[in-house]
């Protein structure tokens, strides 16, 4: 595993040294339709994830694979615009990669974002919600068969997975400017399905404000690393739990490329908040 992510980590610092990018220490992950939302970036250099060894590849619309790496206030960014999913049929060592190639970069800040179905009704299409906590209804567990270092099992502490400090600053700055995002938890299902009524009602009743197929795994694997996350969810469908409707994938992204550009502004504000310039 460590091999790969190496050789990976390699041909990625022998490309930024070409460019004379510096190595990354802030990292944006972005999920379906959402590439509207990504930094600007000075002296970006773009890198094709497919030319990346050992990169796993993406094969879902809207999910472009594209990894940007530059400077925001002097500092190293990497935006991966695309990720790889479990309902594709990639084992949690795929899905994790990207992060663990940001980690051997240097990555010590994370952004990640992605796509999720309402729960809590006070949502709306369209609005976004800072990730405060999760519950995994995937049925796996992307640290499984992940030691500690010292050869144990990574028993790890996830009652504080999602960096709080930041999560209040960011929402504070978004009342401020306007943007709708409120606090929640999200659910994590394996996918491809969406969900029937049924477990609808039951991930709500036991807390869920939304659900998602993805970001999950990789906030474990990043929290692993070492690494600060913050994670937003773009509310691109509400799910009225009295009469599930239907849902498409098409659906779901068209709301996510419409949005994105709201989810921008929260971005451009968590660089902000980061203070890691100079
Ligand atoms: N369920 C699961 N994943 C999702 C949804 C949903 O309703 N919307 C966007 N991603």
């Not at 594209?66 to 925001?72: D, E, I, M, N, P």
């Not at 663990?100 to 999720?116: D, H, I």
């Not at 709080?164 to 929640?184: H, I, N, Q, V």
Request: charged share 20%; net charge negative; with cysteine.
């Amino acid at each position: 595993m460590v091999a790969v992510e190496g050789k990976a980590g390699g041909y990625l610092i022998a490309r930024l040294r070409e460019a004379g990018i510096p190595p990354p220490r802030m990292g944006v992950v972005l999920g379906s339709g959402l590439g509207e939302a990504a930094p600007g970036l000075d002296d970006a250099l773009e890198i094709d994830c497919r030319d990346v060894p050992g990169w796993p590849p993406c094969g879902v619309p809207g999910h472009a694979g594209v990894l940007r790496f530059g400077r925001r206030s002097d500092t190293g960014l990497l935006v991966q615009s695309g990720r790889v999913h479990y309902y594709e049929g990639y084992d949690m060592e795929a899905v994790t990669f990207p992060v663990r190639v940001m980690a051997s970069l240097g990555v010590e800040k994370t952004f990640m974002a992605n796509a999720a179905g309402a729960l809590n009704p006070v949502y709306e299409r369209g609005c976004m919600m800072l990730v405060r906590d999760h519950i995994n209804l995937m049925g796996v567990n992307p640290l499984r068969g992940v030691s500690d270092g010292e050869g144990n099992p990574a028993f790890l502490d996830v009652s504080n997975l999602y960096d709080e400090r930041t999560g209040d600053e960011l929402l504070e700055r978004s009342k401020a400017s306007g943007w709708p995002m409120e606090g929640g938890t999200l659910v994590a299902v394996s996918g491809p399905t969406f969900e029937t009524g049924a477990e609808l009602r039951y991930m709500r009743l036991v807390g869920g404000d939304a659900v998602s197929m993805s970001l999950v795994p990789e906030a474990l694997m990043a929290h692993h690393m070492g690494m600060s996350i913050t994670a937003v969810s773009l509310i691109t469908n509400v799910w009225d739990l009295r009469k599930p409707h239907s849902i498409s994938h098409r659906d779901v992204l068209k709301t996510a490329v419409e949005a994105a550009p709201m989810l921008r502004g929260i971005i451009a504000s968590w660089i902000e908040l980061q203070g890691l310039a100079g």
